[in-house]
T-cell receptor, first 114, second 113 residues
């Protein structure tokens, strides 16, 4: 069964600190992995997209890494800000599907305290 | 700035009422999707469409129905709302064969009392 598992489920950090969120997946065949940020009551917003050949992708203070061999990804947030408080969702797409099917993790709920 | 719009943002409605959740996108995307999301849980695909007059059911069984009469419009209808339908409904769209550009709307938070 194709799955996407994220850890930790929730995380509290102080403003200015760094943090790393984890994503493990079993989706096969693999096409791409996306990280989304979802503010409470809003739709997910794309942060990064990585294909099989990409190991790392940055978007400002967000850096995602991908190890396609171990089927693991991480999202590193540098110098956290209060506005980083949100749910971060890992999404994996399988290859060979005309739909470009997406498999969603349950997200890591990040809270940044002042 | 989001180019996919959902209305209403919040809706509280009584059991048995018929409701339609609106979703429109201005990007000309051929594919559109409806997801259901409960708090702390992953998104579940309930309906999708490849294009005009094309609609399919997703992974999660849903009593809702959808239509795709125009490319830009993909409304979701519940003929008789029940408390079990209380959830967040997210609409999304994408362009065929494009890796980027999978865009979500802001969602509709539905509460059935």
């Amino acid at each position: 069964k194709n799955q996407v598992e994220q850890s930790p489920q929730s995380l509290i950090i102080l403003e200015g600190k760094n943090c790393t969120l984890q994503c493990n997946y079993t989706v096969s065949p693999f096409s791409n992995l996306r990280w989304y940020k979802q503010d409470t009551g809003r739709g997910p917003v794309s942060l990064t997209i990585m294909t099989f050949s990409e190991n790392t992708k940055s978007n400002g203070r967000y850096t995602a890494t991908l190890d396609a061999d171990t089927k693991q990804s991480s999202l590193h947030i540098t110098a956290s800000q209060l506005s980083d408080s949100a749910s971060y969702i890992c999404v994996v797409s399988d290859r060979g599907s005309t739909l470009g099917r997406l498999y969603f993790g349950r997200g890591t709920q990040l809270t940044v305290w002042p | 700035e989001a180019d996919i719009y959902q209305t209403p943002r919040y809706l509280v409605i009584g059991t048995g009422k018929k409701i339609t959740l609106e979703c429109s996108q201005t990007m000309g995307h051929d594919k559109m999707y409806w997801y259901q999301q409960d708090p702390g849980m992953e998104l579940h695909l309930i309906h999708y469409s490849y294009g005009v007059n094309s609609t399919e059911k997703g992974d999660l069984s849903s009593e809702s129905t959808v239509s795709r009469i125009r490319t830009e419009h993909f409304p979701l209808t519940l003929e008789s709302a029940r408390p079990s339908h209380t959830s967040q409904y997210l609409c999304a769209s994408s362009e065929s064969d494009k890796l980027y550009g999978y865009t979500f709307g802001s969602g509709t938070r539905l509460t059935v009392v």
